[in-house]
Structure formats: structure tokens, C-alpha cells
């Protein structure tokens, strides 16, 4: 099968938007110096996303793009009084996301967390070998608005940059936003459909009948100018929406594709690849949207099933006698677009098809061409083994010029290429008199009828088949030969083939790499001009008014200079190329261009550029993996000789409860902003990175996001315990003593009794396999597992044994109550910190109220964001496997005898007897946390005895009348049934169920006695009384 487009593979869309961004771009690289460019959100139009800091950006009225600037940082909230407020409002009541998210948010960008020096100085970061972690984000459509695909992204991005900020490198997370090209342009326009107008070249301005005709034409500037409002008034609700997700993305680096210093990077990016001879300009194939007038990429082209005509017509034989006349013999020939007949320039059928063997090499008349003299345009019937036999009539229709495959076939037998279009779609004068300016589907309904009537209609009958629509316009995409420029991408495509081949760049999963190198194998030249107003203009200078003369440079003043030198005279006037670029090749350089290239290129270390190119990671969704990541990786390789990136990490999709695509028309869409609002975005967050693996598609429910809300005030409540009654009332000293300031060390860990150094133990073994996991881009277990340590070993078991520890009813106090107060805040805080990459809100406002050392002089602000990781290096964290298998005994025995008082029903508040039998060392265990033992399993203290194996009084215990329950060889639990059971009551009980069973059982015995029963009966109800009878018998007979 021949590919549909091999000249306009532009790339797919980001994942992070519904659809592509796509198609183009650009405005002039002199980004009008006569703007003032705000980016400040219009957030106020969601009530339930972070507010942006009102400040200005950089692009001001004298910014030419020359040189690399940062935005100022907004004016930063009073560190230490923000402490003060949060710590005086106490944690009370439950979860409540709403009232902390926004505010948390606001202090974290104000304090200038985000930055990537904020935890430590370059100097220290560089001291201590921390590289820097660097994380391009891919940029949204900067008029788009926040769904799945974002979150997702957001979700992902912002674990890997919280868990390396903590761990000490300095971390850049590059946020922006794409022009997108189509989809802004689309807007635009149909705003000025409303008033009645549309965009008009300067020729169609200057060719207007009236004055009337010519306001209703919006020239360039003025549509340009009208699109920066738009982009104005609706950007910036994006990068809002983000910030309520929690990125924690350097946003005083936040960069547009249009901003003056990356357009600058798009004229140098094309200039070199052009003196590099890799920019050409051609005629070739391309997808061309007749409502938007410009060439479309294969992402924002969709395919539909949809039901159309198979139409079946003869094309007759031409006399070989006399040029243009017909025989009486004809072939039959199928086609679903009658219209592009005036475009066929052959017929081929296979040459294995016996049916039309005998006509290869002759000629057939086109319907309807009227050459002069009653004669008609003939074509020759060639062969070829593409030819389906089997479909419609086994003669296939060839019209290079308006078929992807034809123009295939076209080019491999040297037939002429007819373009009978217009780029509104509407017929050319090619078609003769009678169709010219009609629509393509009006045409079609006129050929058909004409045909009729001349007697060359055969039939016509429905017929489902693939129909291309514009993604934007929704107009059905008419393929066309067109002239475009393009990149050459077969050297490129080979060197970032070798990148993942060589090892300089990992992709996550590893499966994709057989995709990668399938794709880049065989790669076909890159379509990068798009017939648009909005985006990058193509710095391309026209010599006068001709069109294959041209100067390539950066700018116009460039252009000038070029043409001087070339011979040219000073007066020489210069055309700019119309045409912008593909949105995809300013989106292409965006690892690059956002951090100062080519602006910066060949300074000092200290610059962006030096320091956070290449970067670390570029993580984004698997189905752009080609289109926009490989065209990264090409172009920096080619650009700056080295790869963009070390490791691509692909995410799934994000899809509804039931796998499948989520969708407006199925009603199964989750809206992220309406989710925060209602759940929080620690919960949403949580949802979409755990429970999967890299690459696997996600699919998403409100049970899981509820339960992870059920999750975040699981912690909630546990902060509340341990501030609340654990830390209630102890001296200020003591208080201060507790902020965790590294790992407990063996020599304090050997001091512990089992239960702390147990605790401890399975902390210290979540740090690294939460490390380890991180740090191979293992999320969704790494956040699975301290959900489930946090929820299973802390909250159920810890929290419970240290209220024996702390509390005097129970046994405690003193120096007990003390290292349990050392150990709860360590194990809490330890977590917090785990956890913090995940779920950052909750866990940063619940930190505020731990003890905590003081920050540092270099941290931008007293956060949990800006702590360190519990593991900051590979330094192994003290634990001890005895311990850990001691304390799981005493968890299972705990667990046998809860089993066993809901298996007797035994009433909730009720404490009962039990004689525990174990040997050696574990029975010295279990005397020693005897209390603990106690309380969880409500046992009656003064009825409780731990005794040795195989002793007499474990021979005792195994005579009395007692429910076994054995934990595991050699450890077993007797419960005396006097203290599981009320005798009286259940005595009474069974009487009653005896009683009712005799009944049933007088009843259906009766029943069988009966003759008329068994004899009328069919047999099947007979034998299934039978056995009922006997399983009422055999229940009665253990009562």
C-alpha cells in the first residue's frame, strides 16, 4: 500500500492538546516592536485555578529577540509570617482542599521555589556534584484550555521535578506555550465572519469592485493585529490552569514560540539548515484544507467512516484511427469522487487481469473533456500491480494530481499532474466552461447528471469508505500537488536514529525504541510551509516579482545586504515569502530555543544555555513520539551537535472508566478543572500516576480519585493525632528537638524497642525502593508504595501501638512516650517527604505544622518542596530484617485473633481471655509488647498470659475448652470459649434454629411422603427435594 502523504508528515500533535496546535505560524520574525506583550492569566475566568502574580513580561516595546531575558520575579510573601498564619490556624476539621491550594500555590511562586537555585546556589549545587535536572515542558496551545491530556502531563513532570529539587540538583522545568498556528487563525476568522469580513491579499484588495467589497477584505497587518488581541484577551487562562495543578514550573523563564528571542531562533534555525543545503523548496502532494487555504499536516487530518456512492461509469475506448473519437467499446471503471475526473491522465488495470489484457497500451476518453471538434482528451490504460482485481470493476481511475497513491503512480510513469482545483476547492478552467467555479461537490452532482445523459453512467450504489476531515474546520481535505518548502530529513532522521541506538538517549518504556528506529528508517522529507497569516513568516526574500530567485536570511535588513552582495542594485526591492512555518519546526526547537540559542551561543557557563542544555528529560505522550520528539532530537542534534535530551519518557493516554477514548458525544469526559474543584489536585494527581507503568494508557474513574481524596485525609487525620495528642503539651525544648534534620542512625536505632525499630525499618525500606524507582522513572509503583506503607504500617499499626507508648492508661509515659513522640514525627515527616512529589499541597501544609529544623541560608523559603529527600545520596538507610520478621509475627497473631472475634461474633467493645504459646525469643517479644497486644486485640489484661512452647501451660491451654488458633509453627493463640461465646444466648439461639430446621424439615419430608407428588412430579423437582431434605437434615444434626 503506497503512504497517503510522503511530503507533509508534519508532526503529531502534542499530547497535552485535544488537537494539534499544528499547522503554523508565524508573524513576520519582526515580532511587531510596536507591542506591548502581556502575560498575565485570565484566570478570574476560573473561579477554581490558581491565580498568576500580576506581573509584566518581557517582551517590551525595544525587544528585538536579541538577547536572552528572564521575567522579574513577583513581589515575594513574607516567609516567616506565612509560617505564623498556617501554623496558628491548627489542623482542624477534615481535608479541605479549597482552603489552602490556591494560597500554598501563590507563596511557593512569590518565594521563587520554582527556580532552580532556590533550594542551594549554583556554586553549592556544583560543590556538591549535583548536575542540574532539566525538564522542557511541551507547550499548550496558548489559547487552549486545561483537559486529561495537561494533567496527565502536569501530573508526571512535576514528581520528577519536586523528587530532584529535593534531592539537591538545581532543576529547571521550562513552562510555555505554542502560537498554534490553525487553531488561533481559526478563531480569528471566524470573528470576522460574524462582521462579514475575511482576509484579503493585497491583490484581492486592489482588484476590489468597490469600495464596499474592499472594507469587507482585512489586509495582513490588520489581521495580525487583530490576532494578538485574541491572543491577548485568551491567553494565559492555560498556564492558570497549570499553576491549580500545582507545576511547579520556573515560570520567570516562561516562554511563547512567538516571543521576539524564539522567532529569533526560528529565522537562524532555517537559515542554517538552508546554507546546510537541507531546506528546498518543491512541488509536491500535500493536504490541503480548503476552508482554512493552506496545507494541513497528517495530525490535524481525521478519517471518518462515512457513507458515500461507489459511482460506476465507462471510460470508452479511443479509435485508433482518429484521435479523439470513440469506440464501442468501453471499460467499466468505479471511483467514489466523480469531480476529479477532469483530473485523470490514465486508467490502469493489473496486468495479471485477463479481462482487460488485450486493451493495455491502448487509449480511453475522458468524459466530458471537449478538446474543439467534438473530440474528447484521451489517456493511455497502463498496468500495474497496485491494482486491486477484486475491487469495484478492476480498472482503476489515475489522477496524480488530486490522489496521494495516484500521484504515486503518477510519478513512477511520467503522467502529467493536473491540478483541476482551485484552493477554495471550487473548479479551475480546466474543467471546461460548464463546471468552472463550482463547488467540487456541486461539480459532482452536475458531471453525474451530464454523464447520464451522454449515456456513460452505469450505476451508482452506497458505499462506506474513509473520508479525510480537517481536524479545525472539519472540511473534507482535498489532497493537491503544491508548491511548499521543505526539509530534508534522511541524514537527520539517521543521526537521531543512532542517538537511541547509541545509547546518548533512553527511551521509557523500551518498547518504543523498535518504533523509533521503524519510523526514522524510513523517513520522508518534512512539508514546513503552511498558507497562513498567524505564525513564523518564512525568512524567505523574493528578487523583484520573481518566484525562483530568492534570498534566505534572518531579516530583512539581512536580506538587503545579501542582495547587494550578490550583484543586485541598493534600490533592489524584495518580496517576503508569504507562507509561515509549520508550527511544529518553532515547537522543534523548544529545548534549545527556550534556554538562549542561538542568542547565547559560544558564553560563559553561567548562562542558560551552558547550564541547562542539553537537557535531562523530555516526558510526553507516546502517540507524538514521531512527530514532535523525533523532529526534536533531529534538529538539535543538527543544530547544536548534541542531543536535546537524555532520556524520552512516554506516557499512555488518559482514558474513561472503561478504556475506551473519552468523549463529548459518550457523555464520559472528566474535566480536570471541575475535579480540582471538587477533589483536590493531590487527589487527581495521585489518580493519574499511580497504578500504571510507563507508556500504558490510564484509565481514569471518580472511585479511584474519591479514594485518593479518602487517602489525603487519611494523612490529614494522621497529622492531627500526632500534633494534636501526641505533641500536646511537651516543652518548647523538646518540641525543637524533634525536627528531622537527616536519617536516624544505627547507633539511636539499636536503642529502640521492636515496634520503633520495626517502623523504622519498613520507612527505611520505602526511602530506597522509592528512590530507586524515581530515579529508573518507575512513578506509578514508587507512589503505589508509600500509599500503601502510610495507610498499612503508620496509620494501623504504628499510630495504634505508640498510644501505649504515650499515654499512662496504657502504660506509657516518660522516656517511652518520648521515643514515640522522636518516632512518629520521624516516620511522618520521612513520608511527607516521599510523598510531597505526589500529592504537593497536602503534604507541604500538613509539614508546616511538624517540628522542622531551620531552612538554610541559600533556600528561597522555609518548604517541604525545598527539604531534602530522606535519601540524598546512596548512602544505605540502617535496618534490621530480624526485627522486621519479629514484628510481622506479633502483626499476624494480632491479625488471627481480630479474625477470630468477628468469626464468633464477639461484641465490639467486649475484651476477652487468651493464653498466647510461643517460644524463645518471640514469646520474650510478646511479653514485652504485651500492651500493645492488648489493646489491639482488646484482650482483658488480667486474663492474658504468654507461656513457652511445649510447657506445661501451653499443654493446659490446648485441654481447656478454647477456640485454637494457630499464627505459624510454634506461636499459636488459645481463646477460652466462655469469653467468645454467652452460653445462655447461644444456647437459645440454637434451640430456636434447631426448632426451625425440624419444621422445614417435617415440612418437606411430608411432602415426599406424598404419592401424588413423587409419581406426578418430574423427576428433576423430585431429586432436588431429595437433596434439600438431606442438607437440612445434615445442618440439623450439628446444631
Not at 316 to 323: A, F, L, R, S
Not at 580 to 595: E, I, R, Y
Amino acid at each position: 500500500m503506497l503512504a497517503f502523504n510522503h511530503h507533509c508528515q508534519t508532526a503529531l500533535a502534542f499530547t497535552i492538546r485535544r488537537s494539534s496546535s499544528s499547522a503554523a505560524f508565524l508573524v513576520n520574525n519582526s515580532v511587531k516592536n510596536t507591542r506591548q506583550i502581556t502575560t498575565t492569566a485570565t484566570s478570574r475566568l476560573f473561579s477554581s485555578v490558581t491565580e498568576p502574580p500580576k506581573t509584566t513580561t518581557t517582551t517590551t516595546a525595544d525587544d528585538d529577540g536579541s538577547t536572552y531575558k528572564l521575567k522579574p520575579r513577583p513581589t515575594p510573601t513574607n516567609d516567616s509570617q506565612y509560617d505564623l498564619t498556617n501554623l496558628s490556624n491548627g489542623i482542624q476539621g477534615s481535608y479541605d482542599p479549597t482552603l489552602f491550594e490556591s494560597q500554598l500555590y501563590q507563596w511557593w511562586e512569590q518565594a521563587g521555589c520554582f527556580e532552580p537555585d532556590s533550594k542551594q546556589s549554583a556554586d553549592t549545587a556544583s560543590t556538591n556534584g549535583k548536575e542540574p535536572y532539566v525538564l522542557p515542558m511541551p507547550p499548550p496551545n496558548v489559547t487552549g484550555r486545561l483537559h486529561m491530556g495537561h494533567a496527565i502531563f502536569v501530573a508526571l513532570q512535576d514528581v520528577l521535578a519536586r523528587f530532584h529539587r529535593m534531592r539537591g540538583r538545581p532543576v529547571l522545568w521550562t513552562p510555555g506555550t505554542d502560537h498554534a498556528g490553525i487553531a488561533t487563525q481559526l478563531q480569528v476568522e471566524k470573528a470576522l465572519m460574524l462582521e462579514g469580513k475575511r482576509r484579503g491579499t493585497e491583490e484581492e484588495i486592489a482588484n476590489a469592485s468597490s469600495e464596499e467589497e474592499r472594507e469587507k477584505l482585512v489586509p495582513r497587518e490588520e489581521f495580525l493585529e487583530r490576532v494578538w488581541e485574541y491572543k491577548e484577551e485568551q491567553g494565559g487562562a492555560i498556564t492558570s490552569q497549570l499553576r491549580s495543578l500545582g507545576a511547579s514550573a520556573d515560570w520567570t523563564r516562561e516562554r511563547f514560540t512567538m516571543d521576539p528571542a524564539l522567532s529569533v531562533g526560528v529565522s537562524e534555525a532555517f537559515v542554517r539548515l538552508h546554507e546546510k543545503g537541507l531546506v528546498y523548496r518543491g512541488t509536491y502532494m500535500v493536504n490541503w484544507s480548503p476552508g482554512l487555504m493552506t496545507a494541513v499536516s497528517d495530525l490535524e487530518v481525521e478519517y471518518s467512516e462515512e457513507e458515500g456512492k461507489l459511482y460506476y461509469f465507462k471510460y470508452v475506448v479511443e479509435d485508433e484511427e482518429e484521435e479523439g473519437k470513440a469506440t464501442e467499446e468501453f471499460l467499466a471503471v468505479a471511483t467514489t469522487r466523480p469531480e476529479t475526473i477532469f483530473g485523470d491522465t490514465a486508467v490502469c488495470v493489473n496486468p495479471e487481469d485477463e479481462r482487460y489484457g488485450h486493451l493495455i497500451g491502448k487509449r480511453v476518453l475522458v468524459p466530458m473533456s471537449d478538446i474543439g471538434d467534438g473530440k474528447a482528451r484521451s489517456i493511455p490504460i497502463i498496468a500495474d500491480e497496485y491494482v486491486d482485481m477484486e475491487f469495484g470493476t478492476g480498472a482503476l481511475k489515475i489522477t496524480p494530481g488530486h490522489d496521494p497513491n495516484d500521484y504515486e503512480l503518477g510519478k513512477k510513469y511520467d503522467l502529467e499532474i493536473m491540478n483541476v482545483m482551485n484552493k477554495d476547492a471550487t473548479m479551475n478552467e480546466k474543467c471546461g466552461e460548464p463546471y468552472v467555479g463550482l463547488d467540487r461537490f456541486e461539480a459532482r452532482e452536475k458531471l453525474w447528471s451530464d454523464m447520464e445523459e451522454a449515456g456513460l453512467v452505469i450505476k451508482a450504489e452506497p458505499h462506506m469508505q474513509r473520508v479525510p476531515r480537517s481536524q479545525r474546520g472539519g472540511e473534507i481535505i482535498e489532497p493537491l500537488v503544491s508548491k511548499q518548502w521543505f526539509v530534508k530529513t534522511e541524514g537527520m532522521g539517521a543521526k537521531a536514529l543512532a542517538a537511541v541506538k547509541d545509547g546518548d538517549i533512553t527511551i521509557v518504556p523500551s518498547r518504543f525504541e523498535k518504533v523509533w528506529y521503524g519510523w526514522l528508517t524510513d523517513i520522508r522529507d518534512w512539508c514546513i510551509s503552511r498558507q497562513l497569516w498567524w505564525g513564523h513568516r518564512i525568512p524567505v526574500w523574493y528578487v523583484d516579482e520573481s518566484e525562483e530567485e530568492y534570498i534566505v536570511a534572518r531579516n530583512a535588513e539581512e536580506a538587503k545586504e545579501k542582495a547587494i552582495e550578490a550583484g543586485h542594485s541598493a534600490d533592489i526591492v524584495l518580496r517576503q515569502e508569504d507562507d509561515v512555518l509549520d508550527t511544529w519546526f518553532s515547537s522543534g526547537l523548544w529545548p534549545f530555543a527556550t534556554v538562549g540559542w542561538p542568542q547565547d551561543e559560544g558564553k560563559d557557563a553561567s548562562t542558560d544555555l551552558a547550564r541547562f542544555y542539553p537537557g535531562t528529560c523530555l516526558e510526553t505522550g507516546y502517540d507524538i513520539l514521531f512527530f514532535w520528539v523525533a523532529r526534536m532530537v533531529m534538529l538539535g542534534i543538527e543544530l547544536t551537535d548534541v542531543s536535546p535530551f537524555k532520556v524520552i519518557y512516554l506516557h499512555g493516554l488518559v482514558r474513561a472508566a472503561d478504556g475506551t477514548k473519552m468523549s463529548k458525544t459518550k457523555g464520559n469526559v472528566v474535566d480536570p478543572l471541575d475535579t480540582v474543584s471538587e477533589y483536590g489536585a493531590d487527589s487527581l494527581r495521585y489518580s493519574l500516576v499511580t497504578g500504571v507503568t510507563p507508556g500504558q494508557d490510564i484509565p481514569l474513574n471518580m472511585d479511584k480519585i474519591a479514594a485518593n481524596k479518602a487517602f489525603a485525609n487519611k494523612l490529614w487525620n494522621c497529622c492531627k493525632f500526632v500534633t494534636g495528642n501526641a505533641l500536646k503539651d511537651i516543652d518548647e525544648e523538646e518540641l525543637k528537638s524533634l525536627g528531622v534534620s537527616g536519617p536516624i542512625g544505627k547507633e539511636e536505632f539499636d536503642t529502640l524497642a521492636l515496634p520503633e525499630r520495626y517502623i523504622i525499618s519498613k520507612c527505611h525500606e520505602l526511602v530506597e525502593s522509592v528512590t530507586e524507582d524515581i530515579e529508573k522513572y518507575q512513578l506509578g509503583a514508587a507512589g503505589s508504595k508509600i500509599y500503601e506503607f502510610l495507610w498499612d504500617q503508620y496509620a494501623d499499626w504504628y499510630i495504634e501501638i505508640s498510644k501505649t507508648r504515650l499515654y499512662e492508661g496504657f502504660g506509657g509515659g516518660g522516656e517511652e512516650a518520648k521515643t514515640a513522640r522522636r518516632v512518629l514525627v520521624y516516620i511522618l515527616d520521612t513520608s511527607m517527604r516521599l510523598l510531597h512529589p505526589y500529592m504537593p499541597y497536602v503534604t507541604e501544609q500538613l509539614w508546616h505544622h511538624l517540628p522542622r529544623v531551620p531552612k538554610t541560608e541559600e533556600m528561597a523559603a522555609h518548604s517541604l518542596m525545598l527539604a531534602d529527600w530522606p535519601q540524598m545520596d546512596d548512602t544505605r538507610l540502617v535496618q534490621d530484617k530480624d526485627a522486621i520478621a519479629s514484628f510481622e509475627v506479633f502483626q499476624a497473631l494480632t491479625r488471627t485473633i481480630r479474625n477470630a472475634r468477628s468469626e464468633y461474633n464477639v461484641e465490639q467493645g467486649k475484651k476477652i481471655a487468651a493464653t498466647i504459646v510461643a517460644p524463645g525469643e518471640l514469646k520474650d517479644m510478646i511479653e514485652t509488647e504485651i500492651n500493645s497486644l492488648i489493646m489491639l486485640a482488646k484482650l482483658d489484661p488480667d486474663q492474658v498470659s504468654v507461656v513457652e512452647a511445649g510447657s506445661d501451660e501451653a499443654k493446659a491451654a490446648a485441654a481447656g475448652d478454647s477456640a485454637q488458633l494457630v499464627v505459624q509453627e510454634g506461636v499459636e493463640a488459645y481463646l477460652p470459649m466462655a469469653g467468645l461465646v454467652d452460653i445462655e444466648k447461644e444456647k437459645q439461639r440454637l434451640e430456636k434454629q434447631s426448632a426451625k430446621l425440624a419444621k422445614e424439615i417435617e415440612k418437606l419430608a411430608g411432602r415426599l411422603q406424598s404419592k401424588g407428588f413423587v409419581d406426578k412430579a418430574p423427576p428433576a423437582v423430585v431429586d432436588k427435594a431429595k437433596a434439600e431434605l438431606a442438607e437440612l437434615e445434615d445442618q440439623a444434626s450439628k446444631v
